[in-house]
């Protein structure tokens, strides 16, 4: 594992690749609430929307949209779209951690002094 680590270029450690699918509402259990996860989309598509019920919210989720929350924490869904489109869900595991003996990143924070 550690030769792998050499060559990692990216903070998070797990990458899923999600290809023309709907996903229900849902929340990632496996994942390190703590950290923010990155969802990523590209193809050739429209009219995508991303929800997150328990915020009340829902967001256009159109090509080239990047989106920034814990998937541990926030149920959230991609209803069924016309097109072909690609998403990256770029996110922590923490069994990833464990493994390779990393200690865990502790919760993310935002500083907003300019």
């Known amino acids: 594992?550690?030769?792998?680590?050499?060559?990692?270029?990216?903070?998070?450690?797990s990458l899923s690749v999600i290809c023309n699918?709907?996903?229900p509402n849902h929340r990632d259990h496996l994942l390190?609430?703590?950290c923010f996860d990155i969802l990523t989309t590209v193809?050739?598509?429209?009219?995508?929307?991303?929800?997150?019920?328990?915020?009340?919210?829902?967001?256009?989720?159109?090509?080239?949209?990047?989106?920034?929350?814990?998937?541990?924490l926030v149920r959230h869904g991609v209803h069924a779209?016309?097109?072909?489109?690609?998403a990256?869900?770029?996110?922590?595991?923490?069994?990833v951690h464990v493994y390779a003996g990393v200690?865990?990143?502790g919760w993310a924070r935002v500083n907003y002094r300019w």
């Open 88 to 95: 990256w869900a770029w996110y922590m595991r923490d069994s």
């Open 21 to 23: 699918r709907q996903t």
């Open 1 to 13: 594992m550690s030769e792998t680590l050499q060559y990692w270029a990216s903070v998070f450690n």
């Open 103 to 105: 200690p865990l990143c």
């Open 43 to 72: 193809g050739n598509y429209s009219n995508a929307r991303m929800s997150m019920p328990s915020l009340q919210l829902e967001f256009r989720y159109n090509p080239g949209c990047m989106i920034v929350f814990s998937e541990r």
């Open 81 to 86: 779209v016309e097109g072909d489109w690609i």
């Open 32 to 34: 390190i609430p703590e």
